[in-house]
């Protein structure tokens, strides 16, 4: 398993108004490309409240179209909390697969329901210093998350905080003052509690 630090948070604007404040600050869009995410729990699983352990025990089935084309695999992400749910260690697993249907049968076979599907329209944005990927997530959420090392800079950020100033040093206003915000968990309260 491939353990790395990130932050997410959901930001307090909409993506328009975002796009002029990194441009303002020299941002440039790098990259766009969707990703879409089947979440799948084993039935043997007791749907509860308590939806970060509910996470822990799904298995996606993950589409991502780029422009290099579709890229589909069978994810497994693993996310331990602290009391104050900041994540403490992250990781996830991979396997490629050829076609998600038949993936979706398979583990569906192995007694797995889907119980959410999340769209997300990425954007990377980078200055040189910094880089910023930008999620706009079914459509309703806009979240901003920062990845240990990127893609499109050579900085490596040493640790959690170093991230979180990213946020500051631009003023770009985020809810809650919370860096580690679960997309997941925000889209199943939205269909599980309605």
Request: net charge negative; hydrophobic share 35%.
């Amino acid at each position: 398993m491939i353990f790395e630090n990130e932050v997410t948070v959901e930001a307090l604007m909409d993506f328009d108004n975002l796009k002029k404040l990194l441009e303002k600050n020299n941002f440039k869009i790098m990259e766009v490309y969707d990703v879409n995410d089947i979440y799948l729990l084993n039935n043997s699983i007791k749907k509860d409240n308590d939806y970060l352990n509910l996470l822990k025990n799904c298995v996606l089935i993950r589409n991502i179209i780029d422009r290099d084309g579709e890229h589909k695999k069978i994810t497994y992400k693993y996310k331990e909390y602290n009391n104050k749910k900041e994540i403490v260690k992250q990781g996830k697993v991979n396997c490629s697969i050829n076609h998600v249907e038949e993936a979706i049968q398979l583990l569906e076979a192995l007694n797995y329901k889907e119980i959410i599907r999340i769209y997300d329209h990425l954007t990377v944005f980078s200055n040189g210093d910094d880089e910023l990927v930008v999620q706009q997530v079914n459509n309703r959420h806009i979240y901003i998350e920062i990845e240990e090392k990127g893609n499109y800079t050579d900085k490596e950020y040493q640790n959690i905080e170093e991230m979180k100033e990213v946020f500051k040093k631009y003023n770009i206003p985020i809810k809650n003052d919370d860096f580690f915000v679960s997309k997941a968990e925000r889209e199943m309260k939205e269909v599980f509690d309605n």
